[in-house]
Structure formats: structure tokens, C-alpha cells
Nanobody, 114 residues
Framework: QVRLVESGGGLVQPGGSLRLSCVLS????????MGWFRQGPGTQRDMVAV???????RYADSVRGRFTISRDNSKNTAYLQMNNLKPNDTAVYYC????????WGQGTQVTVGS
């Protein structure tokens, strides 16, 4: 059974940085595309960034140039480096592993404010 555990969220001031981590267990990490999604209060869950099993990446326009997705296959872990954070980046961030189906983590809260 695939399990995803996110970590690294927290409270940060505008302009600050955070790095989120997502560890996959219960399956072979390298067959999955990994993605980060976020959901703010009263909004739908939107794609932030995706990295394929080959390492190709895609970003939402709102985060391109500020966020970087990466993966370390030796650690079964995907990362989201978030720089120059803005108040509207505040959301619960979810990790997703995809191949023939989607698997979600429990989410980690990111709050950008003073």
C-alpha cells in the first residue's frame, strides 16, 4: 500500500523560504510522477509543480521562478523548494504520486505572514 508523508510546512514571513519533503513508502518510487498541489481556504486544490519519473518538470504560472520541484530516487523523496514566499502562497500543500492511479499525502500547512 502506497503511503506518502509530507513535512516541512510552517509559518514564514513574506520573502522567506521553506522546503517541503514527501517520502513515499510501500511501492517503487521511480515508477511514479510526483506532484505538489495546494488548497487554500475556500478554494479548490490546484497543481503547483510536477516532476515525472524521467525528471521533467512543470509549474503553475504563479510559482514559476520561485519554486523548484526535485526528487531523490535514492531516498524515495520528492521536494518542493519554495523561495520568495508571498501571502497568497498560504495553503495546505499536498503531495501526490501518480502512475495508473493517484495517491495523496495528508497535507502540510504553509502560512506566509508576519
Amino acid at each position: 500500500q502506497v503511503r506518502l508523508v509530507e513535512s516541512g510546512g510552517g509559518l514564514v514571513q513574506p520573502g522567506g523560504s521553506l522546503r517541503l519533503s514527501c517520502v513515499l513508502s510501500g511501492s517503487i518510487f521511480t515508477v511514479y510522477s510526483m506532484g505538489w498541489f495546494r488548497q487554500g481556504p475556500g478554494t479548490q486544490r490546484d497543481m503547483v509543480a510536477v516532476i515525472t519519473s524521467e525528471g521533467n518538470t512543470r509549474y503553475a504560472d504563479s510559482v514559476r521562478g520561485r519554486f523548484t520541484i526535485s526528487r531523490d530516487n535514492s531516498k524515495n523523496t520528492a521536494y518542493l523548494q519554495m523561495n520568495n514566499l508571498k501571502p497568497n502562497d498560504t495553503a495546505v500543500y499536498y503531495c501526490r504520486a501518480s502512475n495508473w492511479s493517484h495517491h495523496w499525502g495528508q497535507g502540510t500547512q504553509v502560512t506566509v505572514g508576519s
